[in-house]
Each structure stands twice: as C-alpha cells, then as structure tokens.
C-alpha cells in the first residue's frame, strides 16, 4: 500500500532540505515542491496566515511512521503539518516504482 504525504513548510529552501534528507534515506521516492501557498489557520488561540511551500511526498504505508519521525525532527515548525492519504490506484507502473525507489523494495507493499 502506498500513500502520499502532506507536509507545508515556511520556505521553499526549507522543504527542499527536508526533502533531500527524506529521499536520501530512502523514506520517499518522490517530493513534489509546491511554491506559493497561502495558508490561514488557528494558532494560539487566533486566526493567522503564512505563505509557504508544500511537499507533496510519495512513498509507502509502512514507511509513514518513520517519515512522520523525520519529518518532526528536521522541521523548524513547534508542530509540522504531515498528513498522509491513500493511494487508491493510479499507473501500476509507477506505483511499482514508487515500492521500489522507497527503501528500494526492501518491504513489502
């Protein structure tokens, strides 16, 4: 089974070097970067709005807690977003890429 995951962070800079070190563990076999986004959120107790970059990660089921780990580890945020969705189907293909670029097909999708 595989997943993709969610993560904002404050900069493009910021996902980008949190995006290395998840691909260079083989946490993940692909990041998209998506610069640009405004986010409005509750913190604190009042509405508040940043501009960030969103990751888009794509790996397998199995790898999101330690994902979720590193993720939490390296980001600057007191409490990172890292939401992860199924992958219902798609190109069985790529999906077989995705099994084997994360953790290079070590486990079992």
């Not at 404050?10 to 640009?36: D, F, K």
């Not at 780990?69 to 293909?93: F, K, N, Q």
């Amino acid at each position: 089974m595989f997943v993709v995951v969610l993560v904002t962070c404050p900069s493009v800079e910021e996902a980008r070097r949190i995006a290395r070190v998840l691909l260079e563990e083989r946490l993940a076999a692909c990041i998209n970067i998506v610069p640009g986004l405004t986010s409005l959120f509750w913190w604190e107790g009042k509405l508040d709005e940043a501009q960030e970059a969103l990751m888009i990660i794509k790996t397998r089921a199995s790898l999101l807690p330690e994902l979720t780990t590193r993720v939490r580890e390296l980001h600057p945020y007191e409490v990172p977003e890292v939401v992860a969705l199924p992958i219902v189907g798609g190109s069985e293909d790529y999906l077989s890429w995705v099994g084997e670029e994360a953790r290079r097909g070590r486990e079992a999708g």
